[in-house]
């Protein structure tokens, strides 16, 4: 896989989340109640210091990386469907998951 067109195509509906990093499709991990429950909780806590959150946000920050992290905050309230400026970005890696796969390192 080498385009992020290809990438929406042949993933872009499918039941399992992936995120495109780098021409490959990287599955995220299953997620649990428990899962759910602490990214809620996280949720809470970055809304109650005054941060705008946001889970599970597609976010196009590079024409060959577009990771879907469980959580996004901005200082600011985001306009539009991507924010461009985030101030921290919490997310449980899958396994298959890692920094040789995020980095762009071939």
């Known amino acids: 896989m ?5 990438f929406e195509q042949q993933f872009g509906h499918s039941d399992r989340v992936y995120e ?5 499709a990287i599955p995220t991990s299953a997620r649990t109640f428990a899962d759910g429950l602490l990214q809620a909780i996280i949720g809470r806590l970055l809304t109650d210091v005054g941060l705008h959150a946001a889970s599970n946000v597609e976010l196009c920050i ?3 990386a577009h990771p879907k992290p469980d959580l996004i905050a901005t200082k600011t309230k985001p306009h539009g469907a991507y924010p461009l400026r985030l101030s921290m970005s919490p997310s449980r890696l899958s396994p298959e998951t890692n ?5 762009g390192a071939q």
């Open 99 to 103: 920094a040789e796969s995020t980095s």
């Open 62 to 64: 590079d024409p060959n």
């Open 2 to 6: 080498a385009t992020i067109a290809q």
């Open 20 to 24: 495109f990093w780098y021409g490959k």
